[in-house]
């Protein structure tokens, strides 16, 4: 009994740590809670516990990232602070002009996946692509990254083409600070009844001019608090495919915490957020409407310890190629390349195989290097997409 509870005790402490962490990581500045206490808590706890709960938790770190970036931004405000993140469209907007954080919640942008757009581009002779909600105008996809991630980019000119090859050419490379953060959020209109169960906006689409309430049904999170990142998806939990061909694995919030695939396709899950889950989100102050979340899984290695790949997609941002996704071999492809012509030609890795679906498992090192070469036929941008597709060639001097 005694153990029991000794045990139970100094897990709980560990938790409360490694929640301090996450929160210094998510803000810089302002809103951090003062770590002192949590400090004091963990001083009897053996050394040897829990140190990286990145790595050896990966579910609940995935869920204590969540409570901190979905949390309100400001009191009274329906909006969440990873909304108040820079947005890809703003910082890669002009190659001469160097972007600034933006300050208030930005201007919502949605955009068509752009992963799908690719998918199309790249493989015209595919039967005909299942179409996204987010496809539809004006639903559709945001990129944002953190204060931690914005200042580095800014610092290190990674929002204009020469500045990734300089960085990249660099004895370090690219490598973003460990309190960095990404999001990728897909939207889809929904109808005023729906309401209670999404996190929603009012959204404007500038073409289309009127305004329509978007609900959000998936959410990406990654975190470079491992070398390689930490990879977390979330869907909402009526998307009526979040479990087919892969199931979803959550240790740490659902019931059940391993969901098989259904038998058929797009049939829906019923699954719910523990108590303990369910208490922190009150406790953290999040609105109601997060209960209606699920973490479909965390990854963070290419394989498993008996060499597997791993494999996660969502069924929203990964549709059509979820049985071979994998999110840090596919976020390994991420590279760039400057080669000759005026304006000298950009180029990166292709985002899919031929046959339309990711790469899984181990990162082949032909893609980058050739046979004998010393320089490599692509330069690895750490990990984020963005990166390889939204630098323009800078102009000015
Ligand atoms: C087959 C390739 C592929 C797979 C698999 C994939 N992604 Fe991505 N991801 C992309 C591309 C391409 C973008 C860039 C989209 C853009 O900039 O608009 C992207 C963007 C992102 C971003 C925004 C930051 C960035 O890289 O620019 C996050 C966060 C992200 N993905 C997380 C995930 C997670 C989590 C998974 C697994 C559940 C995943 N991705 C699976 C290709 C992939």
């Not at 803000?27 to 009897?44: F, L």
């Not at 770190?61 to 108040?84: H, Y």
């Not at 889809?188 to 209670?196: R, S």
């Not at 008996?306 to 990964?318: A, H």
Request: hydrophobic share 35%.
């Amino acid at each position: 009994m005694w153990t029991r509870h000794g045990v139970w005790l100094a897990g709980g402490v560990l938790a409360l740590a490694a929640l301090g962490a996450v929160r210094a990581q998510v803000e810089k500045g302002g809103n951090v809670e003062k770590a002192g206490q949590v400090e004091k808590a963990a001083a009897g706890a053996e050394p040897s516990e829990d140190k990286v709960p990145a790595a050896n938790d990966p579910d609940k770190f995935a869920w204590d990232l969540f409570l901190e970036i979905c949390r309100p931004a400001g009191a009274g405000t329906r909006d969440v602070r990873w909304e108040m993140w820079a947005e890809e469209d703003n910082i890669f907007a002009d190659p001469n002009t160097e972007p600034r954080w933006p300050g208030q919640k930005p201007q919502r942008q949605l955009r068509p996946s752009r992963q799908h757009e690719l998918r199309k581009l790249q493989m015209p002779n595919l039967k005909a692509l299942p179409d996204l909600p987010g496809d539809r105008a004006p639903g559709g996809e945001e990129v944002r990254i953190n204060r931690h991630a914005f200042d580095y980019v800014v610092k290190n000119g990674l929002w204009y083409q020469q500045g990734v090859i300089k960085t990249a050419q660099a004895p370090t490379g690219i490598k973003f600070p460990t309190d960095s953060l990404a999001i990728k959020a897909l939207w889809k209109v929904i109808t005023p009844a729906e309401k209670p169960r999404y996190h929603w906006d009012e959204y404007t689409d500038p073409k289309a001019k009127k305004p329509v309430t978007v609900g959000l049904i998936a959410l990406h999170v990654t975190s470079k608090v491992l070398p390689n990142w930490h990879w977390a998806t979330f869907e909402q939990e009526d998307n009526p495919a979040f479990a087919d061909e892969i199931g979803a694995h959550d240790s740490y919030g659902m019931i059940p915490a391993v969901v098989r695939p259904n038998a058929e396709p797009n049939k829906g899950y019923k699954t719910a957020l523990k108590p303990v889950l369910l208490e922190r989100m009150k406790k953290d102050g999040l609105s109601p409407e997060w209960t209606h979340y699920r973490l479909k899984g965390a990854q963070i290695d290419f394989t498993d310890s008996t060499g597997r790949p791993t494999i996660l997609g969502n069924s929203i941002t990964e549709a059509g190629f979820v049985a071979t996704s994998s999110c840090v071999t596919c976020h390994a492809r991420a590279s760039a390349m400057l080669g000759g012509g005026n304006p000298p030609q950009w180029t990166t890795l292709s985002v899919f195989r031929p046959d339309g679906q990711s790469d899984n498992g181990p990162v082949n090192p032909n893609w980058f290097w050739a046979p004998g070469s010393p320089t490599p036929k692509f330069y690895q941008v750490d990990f984020l997409w963005e990166l390889g597709f939204r630098p323009k060639y800078r102009t000015a001097k």
